[in-house]
């Protein structure tokens, strides 16, 4: 289980590995293997902070879109729920800046849950992750897979990783998903939901 003095470089070392052995080694997503990203770790526990500093990223980020940005809030205890609504605030603060066309933010959480979803659900487990960050994304790269592979290819991935993820024994899938995912951030009370 994690602690909030766990220093930064071993905090980017975990998400490092949860990209490459689960995210790219397990094709979640397969068109992260060619992305390159940057980790960015955003200390403390205070949400107005770690919005001010989302907001600042997203300002960088819309100059720099070259990489993927992993935006990491490893002290916000909060569950899943109140992070998918703090996360919101980012996307509205890429909406309030004119850049929902340019920029594309994906949430992810260790107790991430898909609606109608029970918590068990190993389908949940495509946005899992180590601690709750969001993910910016040049949207411009994601137009283009739509374009190459057409509009259905999210469902056609979720549908694909649901069928991979639910053929692992319970050993396989502790050894190829869930030890990247689990265990790292301490999870706070109802953090289920």
Not at 114 to 131: D, M
Not at 148 to 153: A, D
Request: negative net charge.
């Amino acid at each position: 289980m994690g602690d909030s003095s766990m220093d930064s470089n071993r905090i980017t070392d975990i998400v490092t590995q949860w990209v490459e052995k689960v995210v790219i080694g397990q094709n979640i997503c397969p068109f992260a293997k060619g992305e390159t990203y940057k980790t960015i770790i955003v200390e403390g526990s205070d949400h107005s902070y770690a919005l001010k500093r989302s907001e600042e990223l997203i300002k960088e980020f819309a100059g720099d879109s070259e990489k993927g940005y992993l935006i990491v809030f490893p002290e916000l205890r909060d569950n899943f729920i109140q992070f998918f609504n703090f996360s919101a605030l980012i996307e509205e603060e890429v909406a309030a800046r004119g850049l929902a066309q340019d920029i594309q933010v994906v949430t992810f959480h260790p107790s991430f849950r898909f609606e109608g979803e029970k918590s068990s659900a190993v389908g949940n487990y495509v946005n899992r992750s180590p601690f709750p960050l969001v993910h910016l994304l040049n949207f411009q790269e994601v137009a283009k897979v739509m374009e190459k592979y057409g509009e259905r290819i999210g469902e056609e991935i979720s549908e694909n990783n649901n069928k991979k993820l639910k053929g692992f024994t319970a050993r396989e899938f502790q050894e190829k998903i869930g030890q990247y995912c689990e265990g790292f951030w301490p999870l706070s009370e109802g953090s289920d939901i």
